[in-house]
């Protein structure tokens, strides 16, 4: 891996691949955004990305999320389209997927549809960044206070409500909001 303004290179496995990114092990300290440099080991070939999270500890020191720039197949010389990411891609619902801090980890085709924002310009990013602008008829911003994402993560229920989003280019699209809390094999939210 590559420190914007102090090259350098450290060896370290890959413990989660996607599409857009991976999670690495590394005993070195890097800060949210930094950017990185993926290469497999014996490869020519590398992948710019972007450190979005660190994840905790993990031997033998912290376990980070990178998103990359690009799709990162060829890389990793692995198709990641599954089953389940046909499906989710496929669907004519936007479905977005973010963590406990609000982060975005996954951006489906019908959301980039729905609010003109790429993947790339969702991943890594944080949903009170005027990410989903979320309005009400007259087009007056929602409270960011209370949210239905907020109060699930809070409850753990699923809620639903009948909302706008603003499109990036500026109109408004009526949309059904529904926020389903995912939980880990423990039952905890995440």
Same mark, same amino acid.
């Given at each position: ?8 290179? +450290?060896?370290?496995? *890959? =413990?989660?691949v ?12 890097? +800060? ?11 490869r020519? +070939? ?6 979005? *999270? ?11 999320? =990178?998103?990359? &720039? ?18 989710? &891609?496929?669907? $004519? &619902? ?6 406990r801090? %609000? ?58 409500? &009948?909302?706008?989003? %603003? $499109?990036?280019?500026? $109109? ?10 995912l %939980? ?7």
């Open positions: 891996m590559t420190r914007v303004g102090i090259p350098s290179c +450290q060896v370290t496995s *890959t =413990v989660v996607s599409r857009y990114g991976c999670s690495i092990n590394l005993p070195r300290v890097l +800060q949210r955004e930094q950017k990185i440099s993926l290469r497999r080991t014996n020519a +070939q590398s992948v710019a990305g972007r450190v979005v *999270t660190e994840m905790g500890a993990c031997e033998p020191g912290a376990l980070y999320g =990178v998103a990359t &720039d690009e799709p990162c197949e060829a890389l990793w010389e692995i198709q990641f389209s599954s089953i389940y990411e046909k499906v989710l &891609d496929s669907t $004519h &619902d936007g479905v977005v997927v973010v963590d801090e %609000r982060r975005v980890t996954y951006w489906n085709d019908s959301a980039e549809k729905l609010s003109g924002l790429a993947v790339r310009d969702a991943l890594g990013k944080y949903c009170f960044d005027s990410l989903l602008e979320l309005v009400d008829e007259a087009g007056k911003p929602l409270s960011k206070n209370g949210s239905l994402l907020g109060r699930a993560l809070l409850d753990g229920e699923v809620s639903e409500s &009948d909302l706008y989003l %603003r $499109h990036k280019t500026g $109109h408004q699209v009526p949309i059904n909001l529904r926020v389903l809390p %939980r880990n094999s423990s039952g905890a939210i995440v």
